[in-house]
């Protein structure tokens, strides 16, 4: 069996746990930081079940949504509609506006376009930072995996300490700090707020992939084709990038799905925080906080929950095909 | 009233009314128990009948996979709650117990019947104490005070053979040894006084020096208590001195049964004839070959038709193969066998030869002898080892 | 009484000792006292059972934890003390500047923090130029620390109470109906954040109905079920993901235990099945749950923050909140830097213990 990342005991506890979860340890902010034994009963299933077919269903919906967002029959995001503010969803009174199914937020806005739109930056931020997270992460994680020794060591040390800061108190940090600057570099509040949270979420994402990518890349490069590649001359990063990376893929892909609706629920803690994008930049986050005044007075909680519904039906959605994916490719989820 | 009070405030013959003492303690008649897995009906055992007499011991022989710990299980009937088919009938003090409810059954474990298991380490609770596990059975069926369950505990592990047992009260069962654990064991399961015990694999997991004093306890305690035991090993050289009946189990099936001293001396059904033949003997000479059974037992889940022991048997014949032997009574009452050519007649002797002839059978000098006795001559009754 | 025993007794009784002495020390000594004693504390306990080695490591994640807060200060654009202190004169900016060593290189600023830091002596800035007549930043911290811990503490209750009956009963029930329902349920849970649970208990409990209070907090020593009302929708809403880990870590584990022999042998006793599962099942198993619980405290940190700032709790995430409004960024960096220390500390402390308590790893010690 390969070395388990888990050097303390500690890690060892959260591997056991997320082992009986199968899913992120702490749905709050964590990236999954456990490594998994091989130790799920599971038979992997042939075909996708049901569940599976209604994630990928309300996934693509989203998807095109978002990408023809600007061709949808619906006022623009920042538009403001006379007499629709705190319009119930679904309004067949007579004093409603119609073609407006989900309803007006606080100051008169389709909630329709909000969210469509909301959904654009929060999966923008949210992929971003899976991806910075795994360019770096999943590098280091590889490089860590392949050449071992001292160098493994260091990388490991590097991510353990970024792993002993609370996570979120990391992103608030970073995002604080930096929002100011980057905004004076890119002009626009609402494409710095943007990447100032995908870049630190990103950060915050590093250690956790850096982890898995190590525990997987372990796997791959002790067997023996690689040492045939070595044995004939190939060199060290021919090998990692063209033998070892492509097997390791697949678990990742996993792992970036369930990286990813982390991540997402982060950004909208964020937002609850005051650190996310400033309004009135939709975000998911955002409208819930513009709307959460209006939830505990009782007069429009739909603002909230029909926010609060898009993430948890995403995230939702992500675990579940996160999961599905990881049973069949994640090495320490299968039985080799 | 709590209805654990309630249920205590009866008597031990309310509860479970004795039957008249003359008939046998337990009868059990083609008991068959088959599991339900993915890959198909896995038939562990296949018809089983036999009947126990208060205070005799009846030991039950075989392989692993002969189905034998599966037939004490369900006689006891501690099988998993899903995937089970039972069938035939187990009477117990001549009421059925075979289709009884988990509920109804807790009123016969520990009380009635007790059983010794294989493994004490693992049989044991580890983070209880010794003393705790044995005064929980006795406070749950007896109608007694915490103190009185202690003095009882304390008065078991003596009998059971434990030194200083005061001190073994309080410890827990890794700090014991082996041979020790399992006397706790012994004890737990004879706390309450049951009229039939089992002894599954009792000396399996135990040295070779620990393995007599154990049998010589459980044969002492049967005896002082007049309970009768099933002993159910794989070892022919355990049950031989120490058990009133013997039945040889294979496949789920029992292939010969009856008295002890009948059975080492006239066995029938080739399969007995081999396993006594398999005991290393002292008397043989050192860098002896050990003789096998060739083969392995054949699989519970699709058994071919004719006998199940027909692929490894040396006295293999056609009509083996075909069709499937029924038990037979033997000359000596209470003796039963299931082969076409057994042992010791002149059909099997014939048998043999043409296998050997044609080169099916190993030479005599590796295996069977073909009458049994050489292993007759070679097996005390003081058994083997 | 045995080897074992007494070694136990020995844990208990120094972490007994530690802790009545923790508690002489904050309600007698000033802060820095405490301070000192705890982390001296703490040094020796590291060092005891886990090695040099691993204090080193601690003192390393330390330093570079403080530095980074430290330096935050200087990702701001422009110069910072406009947007700390708002109105006031460019004499005032130039002494805060002084104070926060944002004219000095980096390492005299970090020497600078630190000393500021340890001493307990950074304030709380107001923009009419002065320092903030109120409490310093350590003093907020020490009252609202104990508002988020008792927050943590009950959220960790509620979801012991509510996962261990449910993993006991699907432990015992696998495979069947009841089993697989549940088990989707925990999945739905996980997916589900818990503010939006807060939400949807705030709207449904809350505002329809007026069962619990929307916001607000009322200290214990108040009114005890007031105290008990205001926090149990936070609670429970943090309880949530917890709920659904604990119970798949209970039933996995106690699914394996069922199936040992023992089990087995207990039912030959004829003990009730309800004796068997919660004394003889539940006891094993109950050790893994219990130290995931400990070790899980550092994990409700995020979701704490964002839960007191919905409920208006006033506890540490409430008053980064107010802090991130008020752009107080030299008392943001100090929140942010006690935080990190006290999580840092108290995982070092965990894992200390777990070794300690855990007796396979006592066992391989003692081997070794």
């Known amino acids: 069996m390969p070395e388990q990342p888990a050097d303390t005991l500690r890690e060892k506890a959260i591997a056991d746990e997320a082992a009986a979860t199968d899913l992120p340890v702490d749905a709050g902010i964590e990236v999954p930081i456990a490594a998994v034994e091989a130790g799920t009963e599971g038979v992997v299933k042939k075909r996708l079940g049901f569940g599976a077919w209604l994630a990928i269903g309300w996934l693509g919906l989203l998807l095109l949504l978002m990408v023809f967002a600007p061709l949808l029959p619906t006022p623009g995001p920042r538009e403001r509609v006379s007499g629709l503010a705190f319009q119930q969803p679904l309004c067949n009174a007579s004093d409603c506006i119609s073609g407006h199914p989900l309803g007006g937020d606080t100051i008169g806005r389709d909630m329709t376009a909000r969210l469509v739109y909301g959904a654009r930056n929060s999966l923008f931020i949210g992929t971003g930072a899976v991806i910075v997270g795994f360019l770096i992460g999943g590098f280091l994680g590889l490089v860590a995996g392949y050449y ?105 892909a996993a792992i970036a799905l369930l990286a990813l609706a982390v991540l997402i629920i982060a950004e909208a803690a964020l937002s609850i925080l005051g650190a996310g994008i400033t309004p009135p930049a939709p975000t ?53 | 009233m709590s209805p654990r009070r309630q249920r205590k405030s009866i008597t031990a013959d309310e509860r479970f009314p004795t039957a008249p003492l003359d008939g046998p303690l337990l009868e059990v008649a083609d008991v068959k128990t088959h599991f339900k897995t993915a890959r198909g009906l896995v038939r562990a055992v296949d018809g089983v009948s036999f009947s126990l007499e208060r205070g005799r011991t009846l030991g039950i022989v075989g392989e692993s996979g002969s189905g034998k710990t599966v037939l004490s299980r369900s006689i006891m009937g501690l099988l998993p709650k899903r995937n089970v088919v039972r069938e035939g009938s187990i009477r117990f003090e001549d009421r059925e117990i075979g289709g009884l409810a988990p509920r109804e059954m807790r009123q016969i474990w520990g009380s009635q019947m007790g059983m010794v298991f294989q493994d004490p380490m693992t049989s044991l609770n580890p983070v209880m104490r010794v003393g705790k596990q044995i005064t929980e059975s006795l406070l749950y069926h007896l ?214 002839a044609a080169g099916i059978a190993p030479p005599a000098s590796e295996s069977v002898m073909g009458d049994g006795a050489t292993a007759r001559a070679s097996t005390t009754s003081e058994g083997a080892i | 009484m045995g080897e074992e025993a007494r070694h136990r007794l020995l844990v208990w009784a120094l972490v007994a000792i530690g802790v009545v002495g923790l508690v002489a020390l904050v309600v007698v000594a000033p802060t820095g006292v405490t301070v000192a004693a705890v982390a001296a504390l703490i040094a020796v306990a590291v060092v005891a059972f886990a090695g040099w080695r691993r204090l080193l490591q601690v003192v390393v994640v330390l330093v570079l934890v403080t530095f980074f807060v430290s330096v935050l200060i200087r990702l701001l654009p422009g110069d910072p003390t406009d947007a700390i202190l708002g109105f006031s004169t460019p004499e005032q900016r130039a002494d805060l500047r002084q104070e926060l060593g944002l004219d000095d290189n980096i390492f005299s600023q970090y020497w600078d923090f630190l000393n500021d830091f340890l001493r307990g002596d950074t304030n709380y800035y107001q923009s009419s130029g002065q320092r903030a007549e109120g409490t310093p930043v350590w003093d907020r911290l020490g009252n609202a620390l104990p508002v988020s811990l008792l927050l943590m503490f009950y959220a960790q209750v509620i979801a012991l109470v509510i996962a261990i009956p449910l993993g006991i009963l699907t432990a015992y029930r696998a495979g069947s109906r009841l089993d697989k329902s549940v088990n989707t349920g925990a999945f739905a849970l996980i997916a589900l954040p818990n503010f939006v649970l807060a939400y949807l208990l705030i709207y449904y409990l809350a505002v329809r109905r007026d069962f619990f209070p929307t916001q607000g907090y009322v200290p214990f020593g108040e009114n005890a079920s007031e105290h008990f009302r205001s926090l149990f929708l936070p609670a429970l809403s943090l309880s949530a993901g917890l709920i659904a880990a604990y119970m798949r870590l209970l039933r996995s584990d106690m699914i394996q235990t069922l199936q040992e022999d023992f089990i087995t042998m207990a039912r030959s006793k004829g003990l009730t099945t309800r004796r068997i599962l919660l004394r003889h099942a539940l006891r094993p198993s109950s050790f893994t749950l219990l130290t995931v619980a400990a070790i899980n405290l550092g994990a409700l940190v995020g979701g704490v923050v964002v839960i007191e700032v919905i409920f208006q709790l006033p506890g540490v995430g409430l008053l980064l909140f107010q802090a991130i409004n008020a752009k107080q960024y030299p008392a943001l960096q100090t929140m942010i830097g006690i935080i990190a220390i006290v999580y840092v500390l108290a995982n070092v402390v965990v894992d200390v213990l777990y070794s300690v308590l855990d007796p396979r790893i006592r066992h391989a010690r003692a081997a070794g």
């Open chain 1, 148 to 252: 071992r020794g001292r160098l493994e060591s260091f990388i490991v040390g590097f991510l353990d300490v970024l792993l002993s800061v609370p996570a979120l108190i990391l992103a608030l940090s970073l995002t604080i700090f930096l929002q100011e600057r980057v905004q004076d570099i890119v002009g626009s509040s609402e494409m710095a707020g943007r990447l100032t949270l995908t870049f630190a979420l990103g950060i915050v994402a590093i250690p956790s992939i850096g982890r898995i990518t190590r525990a997987n890349t372990l796997v791959w490069a002790q067997r023996e084709f690689v040492t045939a590649a070595r044995a004939q001359g190939a060199k060290d990063s021919r090998i990692m990038f063209r033998e070892v990376l492509p097997n390791v893929v697949p678990a990742m």
């Open chain 1, 284 to 336: 998911w986050g955002n409208i819930i906080v513009e709307g959460f005044d209006y939830l505990t007075n009782g007069r429009a909680p739909h603002i909230v929950f029909e926010a609060s519904g898009a993430i948890f039906l995403t995230v939702l959605a992500i675990n579940y095909l996160g999961d599905a994916i990881r049973e069949r490719f994640d090495v320490r989820e299968a039985r080799l």
């Open chain 2, 143 to 356: 109608d007694i005070s915490k103190s009185y369950a202690d003095e009882l505990a304390l008065a078991l592990l003596s009998s059971v053979g434990i030194p200083e047992p005061r001190r073994r009260l309080y410890e827990y069962p890794h700090q014991l040894s082996g041979g020790m654990r399992q006397r706790v064991m012994i004890a737990i399961a004879l706390a309450c006084g049951p009229k039939l015990l089992f002894a599954d694999e009792p000396t399996t997991a135990l040295d070779v020096t620990v393995q007599a004093q154990i049998l010589d306890l459980l044969q002492t305690q049967q005896r002082e208590r007049f309970m009768a035991m099933i002993l159910v090993t794989h070892d022919l050289g355990v049950v031989a001195g120490r058990a009133d009946e013997i039945a040889v189990m294979y496949a789920g099936k029992v292939v010969e049964k009856g008295p002890a001293s009948v059975l080492f001396t006239d066995m029938k059904m080739p399969y007995t004839e081999a396993l006594l033949q398999s005991i290393p003997k002292i008397g043989d000479k050192s860098h002896t070959r050990l003789r096998v059974i060739g083969g392995r037992p054949p699989s519970l889940l699709d058994p071919p038709p004719g006998c199940r022991f027909a692929p490894r048997c040396p006295y293999v014949q056609e009509k083996c193969r075909a069709e499937e032997p029924p038990l037979l009574p033997a000359g000596t009452p209470g003796h039963e066998f299931r082969c076409w050519f057994p042992v010791g007649t002149p059909e099997g002797r014939a048998a043999l030869d043409r296998n050997r």
